[in-house]
């Protein structure tokens, strides 16, 4: 079945310092993978989407991911973090009629 | 142009009464889905319409939840009676057609207590 592991439930950063937020999947196909996020109050807003191709994919708000299939993975990364950044973070797996979301990361930003 | 639109956005209520929540997808999006987020955890697909038709309501619990969308454009989404397991963001999506499936546009949630 398919399925999203994010096994960072919560994660600190300080501003400036740079990200990575994990997402393992399992799915029996070549997977269309997301990256969400959502601020509080706010609805989830689509950071970056990988189909097929170049595996380092580019995103809105200088976010980027990269597949990994040998490792199933789709993680996330940001170079230099923002105080508004801070948000929860859901990576999702595309499966034929749905998709199946990960319970997601809350990334909090000290200054 | 305008997003998803949902009321209302918070709403306490008390175990066995019924509520509902309303949902005004993007202006001409024909698919429009329901998604149950609880504390902590992803998104989950309750029922999804193409236009009027649920075509997938597989995870819709209909002893007391519904749904409805009877002109293919608002949607209603109702539970009753409700419990205190209820509580919980119920998100709205639409996307353009089922071949936009992965270009939903969320919503901002209703957060529902069940005291």
């Known amino acids: 079945a398919q399925s999203v592991t994010q096994p960072d439930i919560h994660i600190t950063v300080s501003e400036g310092a740079s990200l990575e937020l994990r997402c393992n999947y399992s799915?029996?196909?070549?997977?269309?993978l997301f990256w969400y996020v959502q601020s509080p109050g706010q609805g989830l807003q689509l950071l970056l989407k990988y189909f097929s191709g170049d595996t380092l994919v580019q995103g809105i708000k200088g976010f980027e991911a990269e597949f990994k299939r040998s490792q199933s993975s789709f993680n996330l990364r940001k170079p230099s973090v923002h105080w508004s950044d801070a948000a929860e973070y859901f990576c999702a797996v595309g499966a034929p009629d749905k998709l199946i979301f990960g319970t997601g990361t809350r990334l909090q930003v000290f200054p | 142009e305008a997003g998803v639109v949902q009321s209302p956005r918070y709403k306490i209520i008390e175990k066995k009464q019924p509520v509902a929540f309303w949902c005004n997808p993007i202006?001409?999006?024909?698919?429009l889905y329901w998604y149950l987020q609880n504390l902590g955890q992803g998104p989950e697909l309750l029922i999804r319409?193409?236009?009027?038709?649920?075509?997938?309501d597989s995870q819709l619990p209909k002893d007391r939840f519904s749904a409805e969308r009877l002109k293919g454009v608002d949607s209603t989404l109702k539970i009753q009676p409700a419990e205190l397991g209820d509580s919980a963001v119920y998100l709205c999506?639409?996307?353009?057609?089922?071949?936009?499936?992965?270009?939903?546009?969320f919503g901002p949630g209703t957060r529902l207590t069940v005291t």
């Open positions: 799915y029996g196909a070549t997977p269309y």
């Open positions: 999506a639409s996307s353009f057609d089922t071949g936009s499936i992965y270009e939903q546009y």
């Open positions: 319409y193409e236009n009027e038709e649920a075509v997938d």
């Open positions: 202006s001409g999006h024909n698919t």
